[in-house]
DNA sequence: CTAAAATTGAGACTGAGTCTCAACTAGATT
DNA sequence: AATCTAGTTGAGACTCAGTCTCAATTTTAG
C-alpha cells in the first residue's frame, strides 16, 4: 500500500477532509526525504500553479498535527521537513560542514527513554535526537579556510 | 569562577574583542535558563537602553560559533536559547500541551553515541535529544478542550 | 436541492532575524 | 599616553518564512 493513501486514510479518520489540493501536497510531500516548506510549494505548484502558498502551509500543520512531520531546525536558513510516517524511526547524524545526514536507527536508545519519560510521569509523543559534527571529508578542510555551510541538501527524491 | 567571565575569556582566546555591550548581553543571557532572543534583547536594554538589537543577535551568533549556545526550536513560536557552557550536558523532556521542560542526564546514551558518530567516521561536537510528551497534569485534560500551547516559559531566572 | 460548515486563493501582514553603512571604539603600536 | 586601524556599534531598512483575513468556492449533511 502507498505511505500517502494511508497517511490520507489517517486524516480521514481524524475527521479532515480530503479535498484535491489536500491530496496533492501530501504526495508531493511524501514523495521527499527532505524538503523546505517553500520547495514543497514550488513542487507542488509545478504540477498545479493554482495552489496557493496558504494552503501548502495548512497541509503541514495538519500533518504536524497528526504526528507524522518531523521538522529539523538549524542555525542557517529556514528548517526542513519530513514526513516519517511509515518509517522506522530514526535518528540523525549532521555534518555542520557540508549539511551531509545519515539517517541511522538505535533500538537500544529507545528502550532507555521509555523508561526516562515514564519517571517523569509523561507520556511519550516523540522525539528527536540530533548529532551534530564533522563528517571524515570535513575533518581534514582547515576550518578557517573553510566557507559557511552552503545550506543543506535534500538528500534525494523518491518517487 | 563566574561562569560569564570564563565565557568572556573563551571568546578572548579566539580573537574576539571585548566590548561594553558584549559583556553585557553576556551576563544577562548567563543569567537566564532559557530565553527567546527578543527576550534578552529587552532584558539588555532594561540595563542599557541604547544597544541595539542587532548587537544582540550578534552575540548570539559569536557564542554559537563558540559552541556554547544551544537553540531549541518548536512548532509554535520562536526558539528559546540556552547558555550551555559549565553546565554538565543534559537532554530535555517537554510537555508540548502546557510547555514546561523537564532537565535530564543520562550518561548511558552519551556512551552509545559515541559509537554511533565512530562507526561513521564522524567526529562529535554536540547533541540535541528532546522528548515531546504530555506531563502528568495535561494527560488528564481533554485535548479538545485545552487551549494550544501558551508559548514555552523560562523556567526560572537564577542570578 | 439547499443550507451550513469547511476550505481555498490572493494578498496583506507579522515578527524573527539580517544587512548596510556612517560613526565609533578596543586594543595594538608607537 | 596619543595614534592608528580593523573590528564593532546603532539605527533603521530590509528579507523571508510563516500566518491571517476574507470573499468566493467546494464539500457534506439533511
New interface residues.
Given amino acids: 500500500m502507498k505511505r500517502f493513501v494511508l497517511i490520507e486514510q489517517l486524516l480521514k479518520d481524524k475527521g479532515i477532509r480530503l479535498t484535491t489540493q489536500r491530496r496533492l501536497v501530501v504526495r508531493r510531500a511524501v514523495s521527499h526525504l527532505h524538503f523546505t516548506a517553500e520547495e514543497l510549494v514550488a513542487d507542488v505548484r509545478a504540477i498545479e500553479p493554482s495552489v496557493a502558498r496558504g494552503t501548502v502551509y495548512r497541509v503541514l500543520i495538519l500533518l504536524?498535527e497528526a504526528g507524522v512531520l518531523e521538522?529539523h531546525?538549524f542555525?542557517h536558513g529556514p528548517?526542513y521537513y519530513e514526513v516519517t510516517f511509515g518509517k522506522a524511526h530514526h535518528d540523525h547524524?549532521m555534518?555542520?560542514q557540508c549539511g551531509e545526514i545519515?539517517e541511522?536507527q538505535?533500538p537500544?536508545?529507545e528502550r532507555?527513554?521509555e523508561e526516562?519519560?515514564k519517571q517523569?510521569?509523561?507520556?511519550?509523543?516523540?522525539?528527536?535526537?540530533?548529532?551534530?559534527?564533522?563528517?571524515?571529508r570535513c575533518?581534514h578542510v582547515d576550518p578557517k579556510r573553510a566557507s559557511k555551510p552552503p545550506h543543506l541538501h535534500v538528500e534525494e527524491v523518491v518517487a
Fill in positions: 504536524h521538522k531546525d542555525w528548517p547524524l555534518c555542520v545519515i541511522f538505535e537500544r536508545w532507555l527513554q526516562v519519560v517523569h510521569g509523561y507520556q511519550l509523543l516523540s522525539h528527536t535526537h540530533k548529532l551534530y559534527g564533522l563528517c571524515e575533518q
